[in-house]
């Protein structure tokens, strides 16, 4: 017996669309597919979440020091003359940076390797940026659900599909 379902596909379309119904649902929270689909989907999304959970807090804030050219109330760079040459003017400032500790990482990357790269598409006349699902996991989800031990994801059956009779669910974080 499989541990999986086939869903009629070869396993490169199979593994492509788990990746992307995966995406949409950590992207939009819920997602309408057919039942099988999602029982499938929800393995996938539900140890995504559960890497999120456990891996949430482990990174250590470190200060460091940074160059950052100067600019004037125009936002050029200020520049002075060096030994006859035009130099640019840095000044040091001190951040704070979250970095990770290896186990986080290594959850990154492999959360990287479900994720499709997801831009939103804003108003017209600015440009699309790309949202950071890994970080989406890391700070918006894995922090409702810290106190609870697996089932992140619902399933809620919505009726038969007219085509095809197939019957069609909604999958949805808790």
């Known amino acids: 017996m499989a541990g999986y379902r086939k869903l009629s596909r070869t396993a490169d379309q199979r593994k492509a669309l788990i990746r992307s119904q995966v995406t949409a649902l950590i992207q939009h929270g819920k997602i309408v597919t057919t039942e099988a689909k999602a029982k499938e989907i929800r393995k996938v999304a539900e140890g995504l979440i559960a890497m999120a959970v456990r891996e949430k807090d482990n990174f250590e804030t470190v200060t460091v020091t940074a160059k950052v050219a100067r600019k004037d109330k125009d936002g050029k760079r200020v520049k002075e003359v060096v030994n006859g040459k035009k130099t640019t003017v840095y000044d040091e400032v001190q ?48 922090p409702k659900y810290a106190n609870r031990n697996g089932g992140y994801t619902r399933i809620v059956k919505i009726g038969l599909r007219k085509g095809d009779a197939a019957m069609e669910v909604v999958l949805e974080l808790v």
């Open 95 to 142: 951040k704070e940076i979250k970095k990770d500790a290896p186990s986080k990482l290594h959850a990154r990357r492999q959360m990287a390797k479900v994720l499709y790269p997801v831009k939103e598409v804003p108003a017209e006349g600015k440009k699309a940026k790309e949202i950071d699902l890994t970080d989406k996991l890391f700070n918006e989800i894995a």
